[in-house]
Structure formats: structure tokens, C-alpha cells
């Protein structure tokens, strides 16, 4: 932590703020496994894929984007720098291969190959993800919900932030976006590495102020993205034209700097005057409570090894160990709602190039789509993130209940594409971006308050690493399957024969229809598992799910305090002898 004898920008550069803002800079950028719908058509067209092998790649994709699990034991032993240059080097690779396949630029690679090339590239997000956002939990502990919400919103916007750079640099060649994303997530990263530490400081009284400030921002940069789609959709743009949006975009992003320069000028003053560091601010602070509804619990007796209590957790709001929280009926709840949720909005997304050519919509069309499930992916986050933090703090409303609405609100986005109404396939995208936004910072937060913080790093990944196998079962096995079917029928009533090299194509509402009939069918399954685990929690989020942090604060002001006092009677000892 930088002291009153630092310099100010070396306070600026390495003070909790800057690491908030470089953290959103590294998020705002590694969000490009939302944007498969916008290539996936060259991959399948360069190499002669079916739409099964396409879904099958695509479920790798998914695969590598929410298995984090190394990426979070790597952070539990390592410091966040490490784990910020691990995933730099694994998206550099990952997309680069990609990038040569379809440029015909290598011999073309066997379907293994490209599988394992996505799912390193994409794996790279979950080591960008856990050392930015798992920081900066642990920095703002009591702000959790704001953060979550803020900081995926940051990644949900990425794919309309990349696809305005993209057209800026490249113009219209698709294929050099997967160029793109393959050299600036890693570029951004490796820049920023150093500024994403944990840093022990006490809580300031005005923090959710200051990332409230930060969402109106990125609330002007989602709208200011919104009229760049809706203007590209209705006019003829040119690069020149890209290249005002985009730098539209990139001061936006830059914006926060002025939050951050303001906030830390402001600490280093107050370091300056007061010899005990962020003392005054702290005093503003409620003190902690002295006494509490629920008895704390009791400790849990010393073990050898972390599987002896596996089945022993204890109380809601401590700290797991990784086994007992794995193994807690709350987290097999979350994880089956989360594999037919997350499962479902993450297929529809994944297809949405192929349902808009299957129902005959424009071929920039595509684009729109992509731009409105990233946009209201961000919207839905944020939403989730600070709405839910404000009912829990005012009225006490368990987080997981925000689970269920989110499921249910869904299956309106599925059953649009299932009838195939003209021009619904733009509120079918708003929809399902809006709600796969808004899960991701719920079941984050519910995780990072029901099994505590000493393993978060782990428990986060462990919970997006449902999402894969919902996509696997949803997208590949039912979306892809029956897609193919429809395809070789249409192709049989038509008297033709397949060529070899030719790719499947469906035309009409009925490529997705009974797949979209049995995702919504499992959506529903999955808010209904939700809402046992709302019963369960219930009282749990009746309480200060808090108060742990507050009486450890409580101590830490208490000893800020006694130092001046000892170190005054050790002077005056001093001076007598």
C-alpha cells in the first residue's frame, strides 16, 4: 500500500482505484468468446463444417470460457500478475491457430486440433476474469454485488466494444476479428498486469458512491453503443465513419481515469495530513455491531486434511474449504439452475447467426444481433448486480430469488424464436442477452456470500464451470442434432444428394423449433430448482451477511488506534532515561 511518502503518482498508479480501473480496461476486452456468432460462419464455410461439428467447436468454446478452475488455484498461490500473463500468452496462441486455419495460411486442422485452439483461446478469458475481478472483491468486500454486477457488465459490452475497433482497423474482413481478438485482450493485459494487486486498506464511507459514478459511465458508453448499431443498421458506414465510433468508445472507456485521479488525490491528502492512514475516514464509518441475533458458530475442530469435514461445513457466510462447498446441497442447487439456465441463453446466443440465416433475415442482420445480446448482456448485469445489492440492503430480498425471475423472464426470448413471429429474432436478442447477463454476478455473489471469500478464487470457476455442460447438452446434443436432421430432410425432399465438402443448411422455423420447445422446458426445470435453494437461504439473507467484515475492520481501527499510544509512551521513556 502506498504511504504519505510516496510520491502521487506512484500512489495513483498503485492505489486500490487505479486497480479498479485497469481491471475494467482488461474486462472491457475479454469478452470475445460472445462474439462466435460473427465468425462462426467463415470457420464453417473454410472448413467444410456441418453444424454439429460447428455446435461441437462451439461447445469447446464454452468449455474453455468457464472451466477456470486452474486459473483459480493458479490465483490462490500466485499473485494476480502471474495469472494475468498466463492468460495473455494462452489467447495470443489460441486465436492466432484459429486465425491461420480459416486464412488457409496453415493446412487445414483436424477437428481435435481446432477444438483444443478455441478452448485455450477462450480459456484464456477465465485467467483475465478471476485475477481482475477475484482483486477486486477482496479490495471492496462489502461491495461485492456492485462490483459483480459493474465489472461482467464490463465484459458483457466487450463484444460491441471489440466489433466497433474491429470495423475501425480491418473495415469489413471478418476474418481478421479473430486477429484482432487474438492480439489486443493479450496486448491490454500485459500492459496493465502489474497494476491488479491486492491491496489492504481500510473501507472508505463513500465507495458505492464513487462505483456508482463508474456505472453511469459505462451506462453512457452502452447508450452511446446503441446508436452506433442502430445508425451502422440503418446507414451505409464507412471505415472512416468506424473509426469516429471507435474513438467515441475509446474515450469513454478512459473516462474513469478522472474518478480514479479525483479519489486518490483525495486519499493521498488525507495521508498526508493524518499520520495514521485513512483514520478519520475510518472513524466515519457505523461501528460494528456488538452483539449479534445468531451465535457465532463454532469453531470447527483441527484437522489434518480439508476432506475430514467435508460433510461438516460451517455455518452460511464462513469460509468453506473447496470439498465442502463442492459438495454442499446449496451448491448442487446452484449448479443444476445454473446448467439449464446458463445451458439454454448461452445455445440461443451461440446460434444466433444461424437461426437469423435460417429465418431469412439480412446477412448484416448478424452483426445487430450479436451488438444487442453484447449490450444487453452489460445491461443485465449491472442491473442484477446493483438492483439486488439495494433490495438485500433495504428490504433483505435473497439474492437467489433474483435467480428465478431471471430464469422465468428467459423463456420469453425461447419461445419467440420457437414461433419464428417476423422481425422477432431482435426481441428474442435483448431478451436472452439481457437474462444470460443478468445470472452471471447472481450466482457469483450468492457463491462468494453463502461459502465465504478464503476460497473464492476456486468456488467462483467452480460455478461457471456448469455452463459448458448445459451448452454441451443443450447446443450440441439437442440444438445441433436436431438442426442437421431438419437439414438432411429439407435436403432429401429437394431429391438432393450431399456433396462431399458441402455444409448442412436449414431454411425455416422449424430448424430450431423443437430444440428451443425442450430449452425452454429445462429453463423452467432449472428457476424452479432455484427457488428451493430461496427457501433455504431465507434466513440466512435476513442477517448481515456483512458483519464479519465489519468487526474485522472494527479491530483493525482499534489497533491503527493503540499505535500512536505505545509509540508515544516509548518516546517519553526514552526522554526520561
Known amino acids: 500500500m502506498a504511504t504519505s511518502g510516496n510520491p502521487f503518482w506512484y500512489h495513483l498508479l498503485f492505489g486500490r482505484w487505479f486497480s479498479v480501473f485497469a481491471s475494467i480496461l482488461i ?14 460462419s467463415h470457420i464453417k464455410s473454410s472448413l467444410a463444417y456441418d453444424q454439429t461439428t460447428l455446435n461441437l467447436l462451439s461447445f469447446f468454446k464454452d468449455l474453455g470460457a468457464n472451466i477456470g478452475v486452474i486459473s483459480g488455484l493458479v490465483n490462490e498461490v500466485a499473485p494476480a500478475w502471474v495469472v494475468l500473463l498466463i492468460g495473455a500468452v494462452m489467447n495470443l496462441f489460441g486465436y492466432t491457430m484459429i486465425w491461420l486455419a480459416v486464412t488457409n495460411r496453415i493446412p487445414k486442422p483436424q477437428i481435435w486440433h481446432m477444438c483444443l485452439y478455441i478452448c485455450i ?47 475501425a482497423f480491418y473495415g469489413n474482413n471478418s476474418k481478421s476479428l479473430i486477429f ?25 464511507p463513500n465507495e458505492l458512491k464513487v462505483f456508482y459514478h463508474v456505472l453511469y459511465i459505462s451506462l453512457g458508453l452502452a447508450g452511446s453503443l446503441m446508436v452506433f448499431i442502430i445508425l451502422q443498421n440503418r446507414l451505409r458506414f464507412q471505415q472512416i465513419h468506424y473509426v469516429g465510433s471507435a474513438i467515441v468508445v475509446i474515450v469513454l472507456l478512459l473516462l474513469p481515469l478522472a474518478i480514479v485521479f479525483r479519489e486518490e488525490l483525495r486519499i493521498w491528502r488525507s495521508k498526508i495530513k493524518n499520520p495514521i492512514p485513512q483514520l478519520e475516514l475510518a472513524s466515519q464509518l457505523p461501528p460494528p455491531p456488538l452483539t449479534s441475533a445468531v451465535p457465532p458458530a463454532p469453531p470447527n475442530p483441527p484437522s489434518d486434511s480439508c476432506f475430514k469435514n467435508m460433510f461438516n461445513p460451517p455455518n452460511r457466510g464462513e469460509d468453506y474449504t473447496i470439498p465442502q462447498a463442492i459438495f454442499s446441497i446449496d451448491m448442487i442447487i446452484l449448479f443444476i439452475a445454473t446448467i439449464c439456465g446458463v445451458g439454454g441463453t448461452l445455445t440461443a446466443i451461440d446460434n444466433l447467426g444461424q ?4 429465418l431469412r433475415y439480412p446477412s448484416h442482420s448478424t452483426t445487430t444481433f450479436i451488438s444487442l445480446v453484447s449490450i444487453w448482456n452489460y445491461l443485465g448485469r449491472v442491473v442484477s448486480g446493483f438492483v439486488s445489492e439495494y433490495f438485500w440492503k433495504k428490504y433483505k430480498v435473497p439474492r437467489p430469488l433474483f435467480l428465478f425471475v431471471t430464469l422465468i423472464l428467459s423463456c420469453i426470448g425461447h419461445l419467440l424464436i420457437v414461433f419464428g413471429v417476423p422481425n422477432s429474432l431482435y426481441f428474442s436478442s435483448i431478451i436472452i442477452g439481457f437474462c444470460f447477463g443478468a445470472q452471471w454476478p447472481l450466482i457469483f455473489a450468492i457463491i462468494s456470500e ?13 460455478g461457471g464451470a456448469a455452463s459448458p455442460i448445459g451448452a454441451y447438452i443443450m447446443n450440441v446434443r439437442v440444438a445441433g442434432h436436431l438442426y442437421d436432421m431438419e ?10 444428394l450431399r456433396k462431399e465438402g458441402e455444409d448442412l443448411s436449414c431454411l425455416g422455423v422449424e430448424c430450431y423449433k423443437k430444440a428451443f420447445l425442450i430449452i425452454t422446458g429445462s429453463t423452467v426445470f432449472g428457476g424452479l430448482v432455484s427457488l428451493i435453494l430461496v427457501v433455504r ?7 448481515d ?16 488506534m493503540a499505535a500512536p499510544t505505545n509509540n508515544s509512551l516509548t518516546a517519553a521513556k526514552t526522554v526520561s532515561a
Open 545 to 560: 451477511i456483512y458483519r464479519r467484515f465489519k468487526e474485522k475492520e472494527g479491530e483493525d481501527i482499534e489497533m491503527k
Open 450 to 462: 453463502i461459502f465465504g471469500l478464503k476460497y473464492y478464487a476456486t468456488l467462483y470457476n467452480m
Open 121 to 167: 483461446g477462450a480459456n484464456s478469458q477465465t485467467f483475465a476474469n478471476t485475477a481482475a475481478l477475484i482483486t477486486c472483491v477482496k479490495n471492496f468486500p462489502e461491495s461485492r454485488g456492485s462490483i459483480l454486477g459493474l465489472f461482467k457488465g464490463f465484459v458483457g459490452l466487450s463484444g460491441a466494444i471489440l466489433s466497433q475497433l474491429f470495423h
Open 355 to 358: 437461426i437469423g440465416e435460417s
Open 180 to 204: 484482432l481478438i487474438a492480439w489486443l485482450p493479450s496486448a491490454v493485459s500485459v500492459i496493465l498486469h502489474r497494476f491488479v494487486r491486492i491491496i489492504k486498506d481500510l473501507r472508505q
Open 537 to 543: 437461504t431465507w434466513k440466512f439473507y435476513k442477517d
Open 27 to 40: 474486462m472491457s476486452v475479454s469478452g470475445a468468446t460472445y462474439m462466435f456468432g460473427l465468425y462462426s
Open 487 to 496: 437439414a438432411e430432410r429439407q435436403m432429401e425432399a429437394a431429391g438432393r
